[in-house]
């Protein structure tokens, strides 16, 4: 048996181990936290500040000429790209005899006189501003043959997508845009 004065000394260690934060350790982390909520609240406005006025600036001082000439780069690029997802879906091993072809959409030639037939009118419709494309078919010569073809085919396509503004552009070659991709045959 203990004496009396020894478990009242227990009983307050105890009760002191348990107990809560001090005075002395809630002040600091509330400065702590003060701080903290001031510095984000300052970078949070001027990050806002800064977004409304990038934001309002946009288009602000481009010439239409240039708005109009990047949102023709955009439907053209996107359209280039749409046309060779397609030649990797259609492959051209059955439209090219020889080891290059060319082939113009949505017409059989520059001079718009003719419609192409399928399957390359049936690929994705061309942009009204820029009529002309033209889509040009090589074999590459570094790829493995297949001999079991008449005549033997290489197994490489490299496609070459130009685009053009006008008929006169497309009869003088000189596109407005092009893209290129390679495609296997199957």
Do not use: K
């Not at 348990?18 to 406005?45: I, K, N, R």
């Not at 990038?54 to 046309?83: C, D, K, N, Y």
């Not at 009869?171 to 199957?186: K, L, N, P």
């Amino acid at each position: 048996m203990t004496p009396r004065g020894d478990r009242g000394y227990q009983f307050r260690a105890v009760r002191m181990r348990v107990g809560g934060f001090s005075t002395l350790e809630v002040l600091v982390a509330l400065s702590l936290m003060a701080v903290v909520s001031l510095v984000s609240l300052a970078y949070t406005s001027s990050v806002r500040t800064f977004s409304t006025v990038a934001l309002g600036l946009i288009g602000e001082h481009s010439p239409a000429g240039q708005q109009m000439a990047a949102r023709l780069r955009t439907v053209g690029s996107e359209w280039i790209q749409a046309q060779m997802e397609y030649a990797r879906q259609l492959g051209y091993e059955g439209l090219c005899a020889s080891s290059n072809c060319t082939f113009y959409t949505p017409f059989t030639d520059c001079s718009g006189a003719t419609p192409q037939s399928p399957p390359l009118s049936e690929g994705p419709a061309q942009p009204p501003e820029l009529p002309y494309a033209r889509i040009v078919v090589t074999w590459d010569p570094n790829t493995p043959v297949d001999s079991s073809t008449n005549p033997a085919t290489n197994y490489l396509q490299l496609i070459e997508v130009d685009l053009y503004r006008s008929q006169a552009d497309c009869q003088a070659q000189t596109s407005f845009m092009t893209g290129y991709t390679s495609v296997s045959i199957r």
